[in-house]
């Protein structure tokens, strides 16, 4: 038990190994907690609270089976990017987003756009882009866009002031982006190739439930977001420090940018109905999830400068409202 306490609270706090490492030699596989509740398939189910915020059902850090060759050290420095990105990442990141953030316990969580078993889906068609993707191509993505990775670029610190375009944005050679690629792949391993696992998907608000984006009311959301998210995403959405967890920025210049998938109103939603209020997930309706999304959505956050490049060979999807508003 002593280990385990070890090794969440080395985990929350992302200092690293310390107390991890201490555990070692008693423990084989990090799956202490699983013990209270049953796991779904290899996730931490949907209904899961804030107590069990912390568990991941494959943590590379606590597997002595992985071992420590180049590939092993990758896989483990991959996780730690994705649990604390603003800190493994910084070149990358200018924002204080981890992916962690959105996918929810280390990507492990069901409703919680999972990434367990994805890694043989890739090459995949992606619309935005409108040719086949890559994994890591996906993984620049999530950096360039959910973490406001082309802030470089707008905080004029970017390809010219640096002088090194490779370096000063993400790119499917840059090697946090092959390391996180690294854990993803670990979290795939078993499972077939070219066939969707049962959990992907399932973040979105059932297409019978969907409001017309013009007849949402940020006023609505805005009262649903005092009444239900304050508590822990203050009044300012910048998030607050609870114990040692802390939501991370709904708006501004430290959240997503304008041309991440969280920016678009559905998208984000489907994030919402299944994931908050994190003590109650799922107790919000399909309506509610839209008003605050519209809500969120409806305020300021950092511009994505290479807008037009995307849905070039398809339309602007409705709901990508920072597109549609401004293009
Ligand atoms: C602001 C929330 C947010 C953050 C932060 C975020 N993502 Fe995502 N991610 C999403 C959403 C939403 C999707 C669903 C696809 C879409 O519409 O963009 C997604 C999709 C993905 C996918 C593809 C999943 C699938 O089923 O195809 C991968 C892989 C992924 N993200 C990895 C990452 C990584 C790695 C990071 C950190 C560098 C990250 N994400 C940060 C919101 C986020
Ligand atoms: C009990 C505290 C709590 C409440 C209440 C809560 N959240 Fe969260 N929320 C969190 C925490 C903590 C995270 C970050 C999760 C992580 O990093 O593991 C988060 C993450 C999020 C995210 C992902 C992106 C980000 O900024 O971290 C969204 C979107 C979000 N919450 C929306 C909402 C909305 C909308 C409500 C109200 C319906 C709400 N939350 C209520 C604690 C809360």
């Known amino acids: 038990m002593k280990c385990l306490q070890y090794a969440l609270i080395g985990l929350a706090f ?9 555990c ?22 949907a209904a899961t609270t804030m107590v069990t915020a912390w568990d991941v059902p494959d943590n590379p850090l606590d597997d002595s089976t992985l071992g420590h060759s180049p590939l092993s050290e990758q896989v483990r420095w991959g996780y730690q990017i994705f649990v604390n990105t603003p800190k493994e990442a910084a070149r990358f990141t200018h924002g204080k987003m981890s992916c962690n953030n959105c996918h929810l316990n280390a990507g492990q969580r069901e ?22 993707i890559s994994l890591t191509d996906r993984i620049v ?8 990775g082309t802030g470089a670029i707008e905080d004029g610190d970017g390809p ?7 370096d000063a944005l993400p790119s499917p050679a840059s090697k946090e982006v092959l390391a996180v690629a690294a854990y993803l792949t670990w979290l795939s391993k078993g499972y077939p190739v070219g066939k969707n696992p049962t959990w992907r998907g ?7 439930k969907l409001i017309p984006v013009d007849k ?10 005092t009444e239900r998210c304050t508590s822990c995403h203050g009044g300012d959405g910048q998030g607050v ?13 430290d959240s997503w940018n304008e041309g991440a998938g969280a920016a678009r109103v559905y998208t984000l939603a489907g994030i919402i109905r299944y994931t908050m209020p994190y003590l109650d997930p799922g107790s919000l309706t399909d309506e509610e999830a839209q008003q605050l999304a519209a809500f969120i959505t409806s305020k300021p956050r950092s511009r994505y400068p290479f807008k037009t490049r995307d849905y070039v060979s398809a339309s602007i999807p409705v709901d990508a409202v920072y597109y549609n508003a401004r293009q």
């Open 14 to 22: 992302c200092l690293g190994c310390l107390g991890i490492e201490a």
């Open 24 to 45: 070692r030699g008693g423990q084989t596989q990090a799956r202490p907690l699983t013990a209270r509740y049953r796991l779904a398939g290899p996730l931490v189910p």
């Open 111 to 132: 409703r919680s756009l999972p990434v367990v078993g994805l890694a043989g889906l890739f090459p995949e068609y992606n619309a935005r882009a409108g040719r086949l």
């Open 141 to 148: 993505d999530c950096f360039m866009r959910s973490e406001n």
């Open 160 to 166: 010219s002031a640096a002088g090194d375009t490779q």
């Open 202 to 208: 399932r973040n979105a608000i059932p297409p019978d």
């Open 216 to 225: 949402l009311d940020a006023h609505k959301g805005e009262g649903l977001y």
């Open 241 to 253: 420090q609870i114990g040692d967890k802390k939501a991370g920025p709904l708006w501004g210049p």
